[in-house]
């Protein structure tokens, strides 16, 4: 089968899974999924699924949250139909678990040698902790979701803190994903908004991939991009139904989640999902283990990132250009001001970055003029991006619609540290957003300073 912008809507999401699909695009897409089981009652499957796969012996990984919640289930279903297992319970709840060094030694400590399937009971951080580890150990991972709380569950990257530093490694997609609607609509409600607000992200995630496309080449496909689009209509029309944990719009939801993370994983980066509004998202949370504050559900922040990122859209939008003085402050950019901004605001990560930052020569002038040239030859397309992006007005009016957080100021996040993130996120990944295009025309200060005095 080939996937075609006119085949998307009509495909169900067992359809991408289970060999490579030629593509419009140009470039085949695949996914190492074999199974998705996403119904009412389907954690009674876990055993049948694990058979069906061939494995022998797994490990449960949860902590204390997704063990009460699911985990104690699973076993359960296990023990009935004599499946092999071995448990690595977290003490910490799913709040408190970081994806740090020490938790990835507890899972690596707790893998007997005939292990051959890590098999997840949980979200976000374990999904990523499963992830991880089974690529290392290099045997399969299969996640029993307990929150639809974001999109990453299939996609082949695993999000971890080292060192304090926030980074996407390379991992391994589940082998299956199992969903139960039963135990997906009783989750807490902020950690289903979270998953939803995940889904607002996109909307200028795919606005940053488009000008990237325009200014770097980079790849780009519009059947990827309609998949995810896919995605986020299907969630905005079942706000309410989600709010009121209707069983059929959880399963929606989680599906579209599924389907952003499949998206991720044909194109072999997080691109269809992630931009700005997740670079704003990392440097806060970043921040906010610095101070060791609470962390903050990622969704809600990609949320609240994404009202910031599609107001910057609009500010370029409707700005006067100057090339010759953006080509000048190009020319005038101060490197060891610029290192000491670092320094200062990613503290002990700051070697981290520098080193980022100089591999992929993002701040060299030639590189920078060379974008400059090219910005200018195709502002036309653009500005149409600038236009054609959903309204930093109606972002605000759909997050109001899931009762999800709205300001920075709402989470935590005072106003100073909204406008530094604006002006030093794009820092945090060597991928090209509203952030670094900002930074090219020299406006990053200047629109960041405006949107601070917006937030007050």
């Known amino acids: 089968m080939q996937l075609t912008l006119d085949n998307i809507d009509a495909l169900k999401i067992t359809d991408y899974i289970g060999g490579e699909l030629s593509c419009t695009c140009g470039k085949p897409h695949s996914i190492q999924m074999d199974k998705i089981v996403i119904e009412e009652g389907a954690v009674n499957k876990t055993a049948q699924v694990l058979k069906e796969l061939g494995y022998k012996k797994a490990l449960l990984v949860a902590d204390a949250n997704t063990w009460k919640a699911c985990g104690q289930l699973v076993a359960m279903v296990l023990e009935k139909e004599a499946f092999p297992f071995k448990t690595c319970i977290f003490a910490e709840s799913s709040d408190d678990l970081v994806p740090d060094e020490a938790a990835t030694g507890k899972i690596f400590i707790q893998a007997d040698a005939d292990v051959d399937v890590i098999l997840t009971v949980g979200s976000g951080v374990l999904n990523d902790l499963g992830k991880f580890v089974s690529c290392k150990l290099n045997i399969d991972t299969v996640i029993v979701a307990t929150a639809p709380s974001m999109d990453g569950f299939a996609s082949t990257g695993a999000a971890l803190i080292v060192g304090d530093l926030k980074t996407s490694y390379q991992a391994v997609c589940p082998r299956a994903i199992i969903g139960d609607v039963d135990i997906l609509r009783n989750a807490p409600m902020p950690m289903i908004i979270a998953g939803w607000s995940d889904i607002i992200g996109k909307y200028s995630a795919l606005a940053d991939w488009k000008i990237s496309q325009i200014i770097n080449n980079e790849f ?235 937030l007050k």
């Not at 500010?315 to 100057?322: E, H, K, S």
């Not at 490197?335 to 901004?341: E, I, R, S």
């Not at 999800?404 to 406008?419: E, H, L, R, S, Y």
Request: hydrophobic fraction near 40%.
């Open 220 to 454: 780009y496909c519009d059947v990827t991009v309609k998949m995810v689009k896919k995605s986020i209509k299907t969630c905005m029309d079942n706000i309410e139904k989600i709010k009121q944990r209707d069983a059929v719009a959880i399963k929606n939801l989680m599906e579209g989640l599924v389907l952003t993370g499949i998206a991720m994983s044909f194109v072999g980066i997080s691109r269809p999902a992630s931009g700005s509004e997740h670079h704003l998202a990392h440097y806060w949370e970043m921040q906010f283990l610095f101070a060791h504050k609470k962390a903050i559900f990622h969704g809600t922040k990609v949320g609240i990132g994404t009202a910031i990122t599609t107001r910057l859209y609009e500010l370029l939008r409707d700005a006067d250009v100057d090339f010759v003085q953006a080509a000048q402050k190009a020319k005038a950019f101060d490197v060891a001001k610029w290192k000491a901004d670092v320094e200062t605001y990613y503290r002990q990560c700051s070697p981290e970055i520098l080193a980022l930052s100089e591999k992929d020569g993002r701040n060299s002038l030639t590189n920078r003029l060379e974008r400059l040239q090219t910005i200018e030859k195709h502002w036309q397309e653009i500005h149409e991006v600038c236009t054609d992006i959903v309204s930093s007005e109606k972002i605000k009016e759909i997050l109001y619609s899931a009762n999800a957080p709205v300001n920075p100021q709402n989470v935590g996040i005072d106003c100073k540290m909204a406008v530094d993130a604006i002006r030093m996120a794009k820092e945090v990944r060597n991928r090209y957003t509203i952030l670094g295009l900002l930074a090219d025309l020299g406006m990053l200060d200047q629109f960041s300073e405006k949107i601070g005095k917006e």
